[in-house]
């Protein structure tokens, strides 16, 4: 008759176990519910970057001096400078700059050494094409400044926790009002 009860005792034990675990695993269940979306939509949803992301790089033609900094920090030796030397001013003149997006690394080394800050990162990452060879771009196209996800209208931009109180204490600022 003992054995019968221990194995009753222990059934008993079981379900008890079994119970809490269900009741545990209910309550994250339900913690889980107040949680907002991770993901986002992609085309239709776009994260706002941060304010130090590195992104395609921005050139402005007439602050370079071809001095050729960025092409010496550079782990890649990847931006191309052409230049020619003017003899009646003694100086460079810039021909060609280009810089090859399938190969870069976005280490900022580049922008960061710059003497004349003709070179800064932009918040811009959409740089995937059908063909490899159409990341290469020429002063023109590092020319380009882009546009905005925030000023764009037809897409819904997505801001994580930080940059959310970052934008409120902003705009609560932006609204006191003080008596002077």
């Keep these: 008759m003992f054995p019968m009860v221990t194995r009753f005792m222990n059934y008993g034990q079981q379900t008890i176990r079994a119970a809490r675990y269900i009741g ?14 991770i993901t986002i939509q992609y085309p239709y949803e776009k994260s706002i970057t941060s304010e130090r992301f590195r992104g395609r790089i921005h050139f ?29 001013i003694k100086k460079k003149q810039l021909l060609n700059y280009s810089i090859d997006f399938g ?3 976005f280490c900022g ?18 740089l995937s094409t059908y063909d490899r060879h159409e990341l290469n771009y020429n002063q023109i196209a590092l020319g380009r400044l ?16 930080t940059q959310s109180k970052i934008y409120k204490e902003k705009s609560l600022d932006s609204r006191t009002i003080t008596n002077s």
């Design 146 to 161: 882009p546009m905005s996800v925030i000023g764009d209208y037809t897409i819904q931009t997505v801001m994580n926790s």
């Design 24 to 37: 545990q695993s209910f309550i994250i269940t339900l913690s889980h519910t107040n949680r907002l979306p």
């Design 103 to 105: 190969i870069c690394i």
């Design 109 to 126: 080394n580049c922008v960061e050494y710059c003497p004349t800050n003709c070179l800064s990162m932009t918040e811009e990452y959409e």
């Design 60 to 88: 402005e033609f007439d602050k370079c001096i071809a001095c050729e900094v960025c092409v010496r920090v550079c782990p890649i030796d990847l931006p191309v400078v052409d230049w020619r030397f003017e003899r009646d």
